[in-house]
């Protein structure tokens, strides 16, 4: 199994900041990574995903970007933030489309 | 959209009784996952059924999938308190994977 690290836990930003967070793998190498967000009670919205580095797709427009500089490494940006970017951010795993996926701890962001 | 929908949405029972919550979802699929959330955390995966299964168990956890109603159902037997949490169907085809807006089960002890 894979195991997902994210950072920071909790971050609080005011609007018009930059962004950067951070996810690493261990456990596989050439993971399918995931970026999530999730409002307060909901489910889970897909922002981005990479099935190799420098491959990403968003699957929703928005104010922010993700790159994945190496094969375990996916990074979610923004440039200046919003008050609504504020959410759970999920990074995940998984070794194809269609198999399990591995999630981190997850980074909540207010953005004040 | 082929996103999974739980019901119900939220779901309180006494410790020691089942919990059974459904999914429903609208396209073929070539698989189904179950995964629970504990607040404020991330999900962890609890069973993968495949579309060519109907049923599968995993401890306490039994679910089925019912392709031709494209529903599916899990089941928590003999609940427990740390049962707790929010669990989410997954569903995924080709390379679309889609998350369900979940069931908020509660166990009281």
């Known amino acids: 199994s894979q195991t997902i690290h994210q950072w920071p836990a909790t971050l609080v930003q005011p609007v018009g900041s930059p962004l950067s967070l951070e996810c690493t793998v261990e456990g596989t190498s050439n993971p399918n990574l995931y970026w999530y967000r999730q409002a307060a009670g909901r489910g889970l919205q897909l922002l981005f995903y990479s099935v190799g580095i420098g491959q990403i797709s968003s699957e929703v427009p928005q104010n922010l970007s993700a790159s994945r500089p190496q094969d375990r490494q996916f990074i979610l940006s923004s440039k200046k933030l919003l008050l609504s970017d504020s959410g759970f951010y999920l990074c995940a795993g998984s070794t194809g489309w269609q198999e399990t996926q591995y999630f981190g701890p997850g980074t909540r962001l207010l953005v004040l | 959209s082929q996103q999974g929908e739980e019901d119900p949405q939220a779901l309180s029972i006494q410790e020691g009784e089942n919990a059974t919550m459904n999914c429903s979802y609208k396209t073929s699929i070539n698989n189904l996952q179950w995964y629970r959330q504990n607040s404020g955390r991330g999900l962890v995966h609890l069973i993968l059924?495949?579309?060519?299964?109907r049923e599968k168990h995993s401890g306490r956890l039994r679910v089925t999938l019912d392709t031709s109603k494209k529903s599916s159902s899990l089941l928590i037997t003999a609940s427990r308190a740390a049962d707790t949490a929010s669990y989410f169907c997954?569903?995924?085809?080709?390379?679309?994977?889609?998350f369900g807006t979940g069931t908020s089960l509660t166990v009281i002890p």
């Open positions: 059924i495949r579309s060519n299964e």
């Open positions: 997954a569903t995924g085809a080709g390379n679309q994977f889609y």
